[in-house]
């Protein structure tokens, strides 16, 4: 799978900018277990990453890795969490395009500032969305879907498991002239339960955490939010086999520490999941999930997030969605 094209920033560059005494303290770290913190429930496409990368880095090290899952309240509990833990390295926030760009569209005031408060790491990967409705749904396509909303405009509900899905129904809205009202769930295994009992008529849905949904027939699949199809459902079509052309919505992952976190410990879990992100094996898990690597060293994703953060706040704009 093609992979997406990012200028990498070598570990030893990274390395080699810090104090040499710095440095030296860093060389044994990390010496005992480290926490990945992550703001959505277990199956996740954020999950998976946190739990993938965990097992690769405890491999790595010899060192533990707990994953530990704090859903809820937007994303601001795992945040919150993560901030208020020594910056020492051994608290690392996992989190998606919701808790590290898109929040700051949909909020007047955040808890906290995604870009000061935290220093990148790594990006992880990132995955086309699928806009799945109940297996028992009157809507086979993606274009039954429109006509209906177009007819009872407001009446059909959607899933939110997360502030960057209710933006991807938002851009949806706006660009079908439609007007599907958001349901908010605290993670996306909430919303996709939701969506196979019929509690909501439809969600965007991370194809890593829906697509066995999708096989065991438990979700009705009507498109992938891409420009092509995925090699997970390869029956399902694309945005413009689906009759929406020039529609794309993704998710993606990426790790941080605070801020305050010392550069040398900062540089070295960057060398580590720059290491984990290049292994053979790590682009064959995504795959067979339907995602891809993402690798950018700590300055590609900077200004990865500064450009995805202006992307939202331009869809929440021209889609007049009242900041909270």
Do not use: C
């Not at 540089?267 to 898990?285: G, V």
């Amino acid at each position: 799978m093609k992979r997406i094209p990012f200028l990498l920033a070598t570990a030893a560059l990274a390395l080699g900018a810090i104090a040499p005494g710095a440095t030296a303290l860093a060389q044994d770290f990390p010496s005992r277990p480290i926490k990945f913190v992550v703001p959505f429930p277990p199956g996740s496409g954020t999950d998976t990453s946190a739990r993938y990368f965990g097992r690769k880095l405890t491999e790595m090290t010899g060192q533990p890795v707990v994953v530990e899952n704090k859903p809820g309240g937007n994303g601001f509990i795992a945040v919150q969490n993560v901030l208020a833990a020594p910056a020492d390295g051994y608290t690392v926030f996992v989190g998606s395009n919701s808790t590290l760009a898109v929040n700051v569209a949909l909020f007047k005031k955040l808890p906290y500032n995604p870009q000061a408060d935290f220093a990148p790491l790594s990006m992880m990967m990132r995955a086309p969305t699928v806009i799945v409705v109940p297996p028992q749904s009157p809507y086979k396509t993606l274009a039954d879907l429109i006509a209906a909303a177009k007819a009872q405009p407001g009446k059909l509900n959607h899933g939110g498991g997360s502030a960057g899905y209710q933006l991807m129904n938002e851009a949806l809205n706006d660009r079908a002239g439609i007007d599907i009202r958001n349901v908010p769930f605290k993670g996306a295994s909430e919303a996709l339960t939701a969506v196979a009992s019929g509690t909501v008529d439809v969600a965007f849905a991370d194809i890593t955490a829906s697509t066995e949904l999708i096989k065991s027939g438990k979700l009705r699949a009507l498109a992938v939010a891409s420009d092509r199809r995925a090699s997970a459902l390869p029956s399902v079509p694309h945005m413009g086999e689906a009759g929406l052309p020039g529609y794309g919505a993704y998710v993606w992952v990426g790790a941080m520490v605070p801020a305050k976190t010392p550069k040398a410990e900062t540089a070295k879990l960057a060398t580590l999941l720059a290491q984990i992100e290049r292994l053979p094996e790590t682009r064959e898990f995504y795959e067979k999930i339907g995602a891809e690597t993402m690798q950018g060293g700590a300055d590609e994703m900077r200004r990865f997030q500064a450009d995805e953060i202006a992307l939202w706040k331009r869809i929440a704009t021209k889609a007049n969605v009242q900041q909270e």
